[in-house]
T-cell receptor
Framework: EAGVAQSPRYKIIEKRQSVAFWCNPI?????LYWYQQILGQGPKLLIQ????????DSQLPKDRFSAERLKGVDSTLKIQPAKLEDSAVYLC??????????????FGPGTRLLVL | GNSVTQMEGPVTLSEEAFLTINCTYT??????LFWYVQYPGEGLQLLLK?????DKGSNKGFEATYRKETTSFHLEKGSVQVSDSAVYFC????????????FGKGITLSVRP
């Protein structure tokens, strides 16, 4: 079974530029999560989708971050414009159903972003 | 709010030593508890989990018991190997539509031969 795919793996941009990350979850998984992991910290949820609807985006800085999951499968996370403090690893995860609180979330390898 | 606190790291052990990594949590409701591991160059993967009080999760020689009275989920292994060197994250999630994971800061374990 293929795992969660993410691209690119690494990205270096200058502040005020824009960047986009892509995620393809495990086939059949209804729930997709984007987490931000700043160096030395645990991952923090940015946004959670159930199929193509948003369940939680309370921690998403909506003035600069946006995300979509148009067909309920793959997803794109965008930052525009980027700030220095956005330097982090962006992790995508998926789970079969979500909503039970005990399901395993499967993580992709992450995209490491450096903003100069 | 919900939070997870892990002991400060890093931790360095010799091979075959006993490992304990402390984790305590604060949560409204009845969380499920998880340990995730991140090996060098790889993504996060589930190590073990427990979904109710007194449950014990186990995998690859690691164990953790869900202790509601002390709000803890400490990770233990009787004899660590060099291949256990990784970053370990404790996390919780609550039942409901929002099933996000709340993570601790993580702790780096290095095992020397």
């Amino acid at each position: 079974e293929a795992g969660v795919a993410q691209s690119p793996r690494y990205k270096i941009i200058e502040k005020r530029q824009s960047v986009a990350f892509w995620c393809n979850p495990i086939s059949g998984h209804a729930t997709l999560y984007w987490y931000q992991q700043i160096l030395g910290q645990g991952p923090k949820l940015l946004i959670q989708f159930q199929n193509n609807g948003v369940v939680d985006d309370s921690q998403l800085p909506k003035d600069r971050f946006s995300a979509e999951r148009l067909k309920g499968v793959d997803s794109t996370l965008k930052i525009q414009p980027a700030k220095l403090e956005d330097s982090a690893v962006y992790l995508c995860a998926s789970s079969f159903l979500g909503g039970l609180g005990q399901e395993t979330q499967y993580f992709g390898p992450g995209t490491r972003l450096l903003v100069l | 709010g919900n939070s997870v606190t892990q002991m400060e790291g890093p931790v360095t052990l010799s091979e075959e030593a006993f490992l304990t990594i402390n984790c305590t949590y604060t949560a409204t409701g009845y969380p499920s508890l998880f340990w995730y591991v991140q090996y060098p160059g790889e993504g996060l993967q589930l190590l073990l989990k427990a979904t109710k009080a007194d449950d014990k999760g186990s995998n690859k020689g690691f164990e953790a018991t869900y202790r509601k009275e002390t709000t803890s989920f400490h990770l233990e292994k009787g004899s660590v190997q060099v291949s256990d060197s990784a970053v370990y994250f404790c996390a919780l999630s609550l039942p409901g539509a929002n099933s996000k994971l709340t993570f601790g800061k993580g702790i780096t374990l290095s095992v020397r031969p």
